[in-house]
């Protein structure tokens, strides 16, 4: 081989049987390849593998080795397929520009044809694709790399980036899928922390608005004035910043009222799974501090942050709000607060909300997820646009055996 520093290629697929990395990797020793580079695969009694084999130290000559390698489908049944390059043919790790992309929802045809389309017509390469679920839910895990991708001019690489995810999201809204894109480099990093904003994505918004309802009218009795619109989550907050509209509704009451909240399917569950797995788990509500407790204190979460209710000594509302006032705002002082008392930085923060205004602080975390949101181009990560909250697992790059042993034990 001289001094050109060959690189040889070795794909092979199959039925899986044992010993077959065994027999390729000592053919390639015995021939004085390194690999430099291996994957491996078998799924459903199918085995693949791909190889790169630095052969420079080997006395061998190239047909030697090519005639070497071949026999290994003899061994093992495989069909091998076989590449000579250059080093220089061969992109470096290190100029990838890699994401991590989740798909998920109920299964139909095209959502990979869709998806791989989309890729192509950026010129952005799928390094790897693997089916995290298939059935009636499907849930696909891509890298890509964008390192060559299709530019425009007027757009910096960062404008460029963020232009590719709003359309990859806006294309799975339209085939009604949910989408998470992570930078490799930020997904690598381990998350501790997990925090819900609870009206926008735990409590089911119809209970919610029959529960504003009821305080309209209760507010109505009293000769308050106070006006709800009819589909906006941020009817929460509009009712904290107007909460002196209560002032003179006895207690009881707004506790009978809110006994109709329920919350989304699968949310204890997801709380109890992601709590074994280790994670620290924190709510923050601009609702009432009885209502979350009411509905969360089975779950044995590590943070809960909502308002207080001021009352006099016969229980009645006087208008006023015990400190602090959790709004919109104070939302991302409270999670500062926690990652300080927790000592970790934003980037082990995943943060779960409507991707709102009322739920802003979610955009600078880790991983920012968009639960079912009412505006579109939302800057988040990810967009989850199905009811089941428990997606959230397949977005945490859990191999699939550990997720289905959790999702397995929840359900026995």
């Known amino acids: 081989m001289g001094k050109k520093h060959k690189l040889v290629s070795l794909s092979a697929i199959g039925l899986d049987s044992p010993g077959l990395v065994s027999k390729i990797t000592t053919r390639i020793f015995e021939i004085g390849g390194n690999i430099i580079d291996v994957e491996e695969y078998c799924r459903r009694d199918l085995f693949s593998i791909f190889l790169i084999i630095d052969f420079s130290a080997s006395k061998n000559s190239m047909d030697e080795i090519t005639t070497t390698l071949k026999t290994v489908e003899n061994e093992t049944d495989l069909k091998v397929s076989i590449g000579i390059y250059d080093e220089k043919e061969i992109p470096h790790l290190d100029e990838k520009e890699l994401h991590i992309v989740n798909i998920l929802g109920v299964d139909q045809p095209g ?20 089916m995290i679920a298939r059935g009636k839910f499907f849930s696909m895990e891509m890298v890509i790399d964008t390192n060559k991708m299709i530019v425009e001019p007027r757009l910096s690489r960062k404008e460029a980036i963020e232009k590719i995810k709003d359309e990859l999201k806006s294309l799975c809204t339209r ?12 997904y690598k990093r381990a998350k501790k922390l997990i925090v819900f904003d609870v009206e926008s994505t735990l409590i089911q918004i119809s209970s919610l608005k029959n529960l504003l309802k009821k305080i309209q009218g209760k507010a109505k009795s009293i000769e308050s004035t106070f006006k709800f619109s009819d589909d906006n989550k941020g009817d929460v907050q509009s009712l904290i910043e107007n909460i ?9 009451d707004l506790e009978k009222f809110s006994e109709a ?82 000592n970790i930085n934003r980037d082990q923060v995943i943060a779960v909300g409507d991707g709102s205004t009322s739920s802003h602080f979610i955009k600078n975390s880790g991983l920012s997820i968009a639960f079912k949101p009412d505006e579109t181009g939302v800057t988040t990560d990810g967009i989850f646009n199905s009811d089941q909250i428990t997606d959230l697992l397949y977005c945490l790059g859990i191999p699939k055996t550990e997720l289905d042993k959790y999702l397995n034990e929840d359900h026995e």
């Open 244 to 252: 002196r509209m209560l002032k003179g509704m006895h207690m009881s």
């Open 111 to 130: 959502i990979i044809a869709n998806v791989s389309i989309f890729f192509h017509r950026y010129n952005i390469n799928i390094q790897n694709c693997r």
């Open 261 to 342: 909240l329920q919350l989304n399917p699968g949310t204890l569950e997801l709380i109890q799974i992601l709590k074994s797995m280790g994670f620290k788990i924190a709510l923050l509500s601009s609702g009432f501090n009885f209502v979350i407790k009411k509905l969360f204190e089975a779950a044995g979460v590590d943070y809960a942050f909502s308002n207080t209710l001021k009352v006099n000594e016969n229980g009645i509302i006087t208008g006023e709000l015990e400190e602090p006032v959790i709004t919109g705002i104070t939302k991302n002082e409270i999670l500062e607060f926690i990652m300080n008392l927790e």
């Open 175 to 186: 085939i009604n899928q949910s989408v998470v894109i992570q930078s490799e480099n930020i």
